[in-house]
């Protein structure tokens, strides 16, 4: 029996230009290199999204194949060592999805020692127990294949990416700074445009525009009290506060001149804009109204799709009660979750993520602060017959991408919390057992 298996997904290699550029690929190759000297008797298996088949625009069918080797021999001569060693065993996902429609495809990865199975899911003993594999794009009705093996059946997020993620691909490096490529990177897509906002103005915006018009933007919140003041005077209903602030302003001399005449243009600017945001939000209700009519804007959309991982994890688990942990990726959100006394995991990405932070004063554009979460999830048999998730990190610096505006205007972020370095997960016959979790202290 095998001793563990690794678990690994979302990579994403390959695409069209800016997006060839694998950040993480001398991580990628020290992680084979060391299955490939592994004394265990280990599988590693690729729960889908290895490739970036979606992003190439360029090439069609297996010349994708052919372009992804020519672009990354070291990777493919790797896959061939570690292969020899390890079994490497793939399932496709949505952005490699043709991986799952054309047979050649299974030859050809053959010759590197990776066995394509072009299957949904597949599943793998440990222990008592059985654990279950998927990519995770079946759960997401943007990305459902609606019939999986048809190489026409392309759901929505096929198009686009190849209209959108690609093309950003394509224009990436036109840019001030080189950040259109890391769209991939954005989740959900529903951030997208507030991340190109933020970008724009951070970034793209001419300098000189940018820091006339940050002052306006910083004091917006002052402004906002200023035209409160202001309004109670000019109605005759409370004269002291705008009196209070001349008085304060009029002590710090030409400071205080110039503070007002910002204020003062921030009146106007509020005003300006009161008048433009009224009749606006009524036309925006109103389409909103229509959109819902048609089906198109639903405010379940908008939820995260976490709830649709864990409701498809407890239907398994109570049909199959053999199944104790449920895998996935997809999302780019990695997770060790407890369900029903079993384990549900997300395998995450090896893409850059990013963490929206707001500003800490005014009306500024939300900074999105870069770093890697890179990880393989590891499962093997504990000494009783229940199944051990072992979540290991892979060591990567931050990219430094901000700039000193942005680190000016925001507070350093918090990373999300650390999932359990260890879970033992022994579940009953019956749900709702408690699941054991060994981790770093102090951590849930």
Do not use: C
Not at 43 to 63: K, P, Q, R, S, Y
Not at 261 to 276: F, G, S
Not at 348 to 368: A, D, I, M, N
Not at 414 to 443: C, F, H, K, L, Y
């Amino acid at each position: 029996m095998t001793d563990a298996y690794y678990l690994i997904s979302d990579l994403h290699i390959g695409g069209d230009e800016q997006l060839e550029h694998v950040d993480f690929l001398e991580e990628l190759l020290s992680f084979l290199r060391m299955l490939e000297r592994t004394d265990e008797d280990a599988e590693l298996i690729i729960n889908g999204d290895a490739f970036g088949l979606w992003e190439f625009t360029g090439v069609d069918g297996l010349d994708k194949f052919d372009a992804l080797v020519d672009r990354y021999p070291e990777l493919f001569d790797q896959l061939e060592a570690t292969g020899s060693r390890v079994p490497i065993t793939l399932i496709p996902g949505n952005h490699d999805y043709e991986l799952a429609a054309y047979p050649e495809y299974v030859d050809r990865l053959a010759e590197y020692n990776v066995t394509l199975r072009q299957v949904v899911s597949l599943t793998r003993e440990v222990g008592d127990y059985v654990v279950h594999v998927e990519h995770g794009m079946q759960r997401d009705s943007n990305n459902r294949i609606p019939d999986f093996g048809n190489p026409h059946a392309n759901p929505p997020g096929y198009f686009v990416n190849r209209q959108v993620t690609s093309r950003a691909g394509r224009l990436s490096a036109r840019g001030k700074f080189n950040w259109l490529k890391d769209i991939q990177a954005v989740t959900p897509m529903t951030q997208i445009p507030a991340w190109m906002v933020s970008n724009y103005f951070y970034r793209e915006m001419s300098p000189w525009l940018r820091y006339v018009s940050a002052p306006f933007f910083l004091l917006f919140n002052v402004g906002f009290l200023y035209v409160l003041a202001f309004a109670l005077d000019a109605v005759g209903l409370w004269s002291l506060p705008m009196d209070l602030v001349e008085g304060v302003l009029e002590l710090f001399g030409p400071v205080g001149t110039l503070v007002d005449l910002l204020l003062t243009a921030n009146l106007v600017i509020t005003l300006l804009l009161l008048l433009v945001a009224i009749p606006l939000y009524v036309f925006v209700r109103d389409a909103r109204k229509t959109l819902r009519r048609f089906g198109i804007d639903r405010p379940d959309d908008r939820d995260p799709p976490v709830d649709d991982y864990l409701a498809g994890a407890r239907a398994l688990f109570a049909s199959d009660p053999s199944v104790a942990v449920f895998v996935y990726g997809h999302t780019h959100r990695p997770a060790v979750t407890e369900v029903d006394g079993r384990a549900v995991v997300n395998t995450g990405t090896w893409l850059k993520r990013l963490q929206r932070v707001e500003p800490s004063l005014g009306v500024l554009p939300p900074v999105f602060y870069s770093w890697y979460q890179l990880n393989y999830v590891r499962l093997s048999a504990a000494d009783d017959g229940g199944v051990v998730v072992d979540y290991e990190l892979v060591e990567k610096a931050a990219p430094d991408d901000e700039t000193w505006f942005q680190r000016l205007v925001t507070s350093a972020p918090r990373r999300e919390d650390e999932i359990p370095a260890r879970t033992v997960v022994r579940p009953t016959s019956e749900p709702n057992e408690a699941v054991q979790t060994d981790s770093n202290p102090g951590v849930r």
